[in-house]
Every structure is written in C-alpha cells, then in structure tokens.
C-alpha cells in the first residue's frame, strides 16, 4: 500500500513509500482485508506518481477553467484514443466513461492512453511553430 510520497529538496517527487500487508481475519461478510505488515515499509524512486489507487473517480484535481466534458461524473474521451476534449490531457481506467469497471480493463487501457499520449507528443514536438503574419 501506498504511504507517502517522498519529496526532494525542492519539493519535487523523488519517490513513493510503501508498506507491505498481509491478509487480516474474515470481517461480518466474510471479506478479509490487508492489514499492514510492521517493519516491512520500503521506497521506490520516481519523478512522477499519477494517483491510482481508488475505485471511484476522482476529478477534484481538474482545473475549474479546463471546462472537462463530465458525465455521470466521468471524464468524456475519444474510444479511439483516449483523449479527453482539452488539448493534451488524456484519460483512461475509472476516471473515463466507457470503461467496464475491471481492473483488466482500466490497467489495459492505461497502457492503450499512454501509447495515445506519446504519440500525441511526438507529433507536437515536429509541429513547425505557427507565426501569424500580417500585411
């Protein structure tokens, strides 16, 4: 489980914390959850953490002015490749609108998004800049 994100001298991610778990005893329904392993905490390096451990989505993040098509509380983006309506943002998993709620499903698509995105991005980096001109 996720504990903390680590953060460097000059407030930039320099990593996640995490603690293993193990399975505690059947609670009244019978379902079993983790519960933290003492002494088992451990880092992981990283420059960026994209938060991804709910099983709702969570759009409190987005930017007000961004004007986001949301619906049923769900980001809008194309099936074909997982753009969203705002140049440059992309949106895959349980935040989109078409997804089928799996884990498969949101982690497959996850990769399918980033594929999108890098692509996108290379596609601006050999756009020639635009300069308006006028008579």
Partial sequence: SPVEI????TGRVAGVRFVRNRLGEPDATGRRSPVP????EYGVPAQTVI???SQAA???FLPVDASFHISRGRMRVDPGSYATNVRGVFACGDVQDHTYRQAVTAAGSGT?????????LEEQRHQPEV????A
Avoid at 6 to 9: K, R
Avoid at 112 to 120: P, T, V
């Fill in 58 to 60: 969570d759009t409190t």
């Fill in 6 to 9: 680590i953060g460097d001298e």
């Fill in 131 to 134: 300069t308006a001109v006028t």
């Fill in 112 to 120: 399918m998004a980033a594929l999108d995105a890098q692509r996108w």
């Fill in 51 to 53: 938060a991804a451990v």
């Fill in 37 to 40: 392993i003492p002494g088992s």
